[in-house]
């Protein structure tokens, strides 16, 4: 038992990004519970962080703000904002700025030449799991492709940054390109999912034609939109 009584560890957690294309809290609370009514046990006082870059007029965050906590929807932070004043608003407020990883950081007259672009390592490894997942059960593979040799219950999480396979019934939801890559995805034999999800781009279970309901499918992203075909 450590003699501390805190301990800090570094981790990783999955938010959605609300992009905000509207200023007005009436249009944007309305846009966000039709959203939640399509997919409630995934959205349903989801934590989220809001991106407000394509505002660039907006001058006032508390309407934002009352707007979207009214949906139920939990604001962890802010990003894309790029007014000063707007940013000390949010800050008064107690919520925290934050850089997203495909923004670049402004810097004034540099000491040091910034150092090169981290080049992207490819997914290598695989998390395996040979037992059933239960419901109320959340797995998640970080920056590695995820398979589940036996069942998925309805109820059960299935989160990865790279693909995942499902080698077993799929009742659950399964989320692949976790972190946005928009490459990765899902392969299934016995496909009934609640959700499937590739890089934010989701299906609910109405969404899965009776022809591939039940059957060995392949999912991946087309353009913007999910594809699916059946796995031969």
């Known amino acids: ?10 981790s990783s957690f999955t938010l959605s990004v609300v992009h905000l294309h509207e200023a007005k809290p009436e249009v944007i609370r309305q846009a966000l519970e039709d959203k939640i009514a399509q997919a409630p046990a995934f959205l349903k006082h989801a934590p989220v962080v809001v991106n407000i870059s394509s505002l660039d007029n907006v001058t006032q965050w508390k309407p ?41 950081a402004v810097r004034a007259a540099p000491v040091e030449p910034p150092a090169p672009a981290p080049i992207a390592t490819p997914v290598t490894k695989t998390r395996l799991i040979d037992t059933p997942v239960r419901s109320g059960q959340r797995i998640y593979a970080p920056n590695c492709d995820l398979i589940v040799t036996s069942h998925v219950s309805a109820g059960a999480e299935l989160i990865a940054d790279g693909n995942i396979h499902i080698y077993g019934m799929m009742r659950g939801r399964a989320l692949a390109g976790a ?43 087309d353009e913007a939109a999910l594809a699916i075909e059946p796995l031969n």
């Open 1 to 10: 038992m450590s003699n501390t009584p805190i301990e800090l560890k570094g």
């Open 179 to 221: 972190s946005g890559d928009r490459e990765a995805q899902i392969f299934c034999t016995h496909l009934a999912a609640e959700l499937v999800s590739i890089a934010g781009v989701y299906w609910l279970s109405e969404n899965i034609t009776a022809d591939y309901y039940g059957k060995a499918v392949r999912l991946r992203l």
């Open 64 to 104: 934002l703000q009352q707007a979207i906590s009214a949906t139920g929807l939990r604001i962890m932070g802010v990003s894309g904002c790029k007014n000063p004043a707007l940013k000390a608003e949010i800050e008064l407020v107690g919520i925290p700025l934050l850089t997203e990883g495909k923004e670049k």
